[in-house]
């Protein structure tokens, strides 16, 4: 068995852009996979997948994607594949099965499989997959384990970082980096990592490594985990952090959609059951 820890060996990286914020409803618009290796260069593969809808201002305000300018793009094609090779037309299945399969080999392998707010991209892509008739991760012969997720890490380990008003520090000394929330832009800017373009599929899921591994050295006991054990860590801290979360907004009276604690992957909802015709209310 390897020796070597979860953040110095291979990792591979996911990112996705959407139509809309529900995992569950929504899209992918661009998705990448980039694949890191200790002495390898870094490879990385990007698709376009035209979502079958118009994607909204508030979507495209955020990735830049406009469905005009995704149409003229694809030129006629479902998806897009984009890569060292070229470019290639896809239809949508395709491209979706493409996204899983380095992810499905990685978790097989025992290789970590690094998503800021996994539990978003994760679950948005099992809703792709089942609603276009392909196997889920979960549904897999290893299933779905070995993810790391930096925003759970790092809130479970600088929990009572302020950031209203700009960040002074926390446990971490970044020096004041001023940032007001802690998506994975200011998580960057907070640890000192590199992020070319934010909201660039690629460029996300490549920050989102570079994160990962900073974090394993900012906090030396995640890097001492086994990747198993971190997987299972980090199912615990998600619903820890949503149960605090939930609270809070109860307590302010604030609107909520429930704060679901899953991860990485978030149950469907199921849609309450119609009562049968003559039955008591």
């Known amino acids: 068995m390897s020796t070597v820890k979860w953040h110095a060996g291979p990792m591979v990286g996911l990112d996705t852009e959407t139509s809309g914020v529900d995992p569950h409803n929504v899209r992918i618009v661009t998705a990448a996979v980039v694949h890191v290796t200790p002495g390898e ?6 698709w376009l997948i035209h979502p079958g809808c118009d994607i909204p201002t508030e979507a495209s305000d955020v990735h830049g994607w406009t469905t005009e300018k995704l149409e003229k ?58 609603r276009n008739g392909l196997d889920t991760l979960a549904s897999r012969p290893a299933g779905v384990r070995g993810v790391i997720d930096p925003m759970v890490i790092e809130k479970q380990y600088d929990p009572y970082r302020k950031v209203k008003g700009g960040c002074r520090g926390g446990k971490y000394a970044c020096g004041g980096c001023g940032v007001e929330d802690k998506k994975l832009s200011s998580l960057c800017t907070h640890y000192q990592v590199r992020l070319d373009d934010a909201h660039n599929a690629t460029a996300d899921a490549l920050a989102a490594l570079r994160l990962a591994w900073r974090l394993a050295q900012v906090w030396p006991d995640i890097a001492r985990l086994r990747l198993e054990t971190l997987h299972a860590h980090q199912i615990g801290w998600r619903k820890e952090q949503c149960d605090s979360l939930r609270a809070y907004f109860d307590r302010q009276g604030t609107a909520h959609d429930g704060i679901p604690g899953d991860w990485p992957i978030i149950p469907t909802p199921v849609e309450p059951s119609t009562p049968a015709q003559g039955a008591l209310l």
């Open 73 to 130: 793009r694809l030129d006629g094609a479902q998806a897009l594949r984009i890569d060292a090779t070229g470019e290639t037309p896809l239809d949508r299945d395709v491209a979706l099965f493409e996204i899983a399969a380095p992810l499905g080999t990685a978790m097989g392998r025992g290789i970590p499989v690094i998503a800021a707010n996994a539990a978003f991209d994760l679950t948005l892509l099992e809703a792709e997959l089942a």
């Open 41 to 46: 260069p870094t490879r990385s593969t990007e």
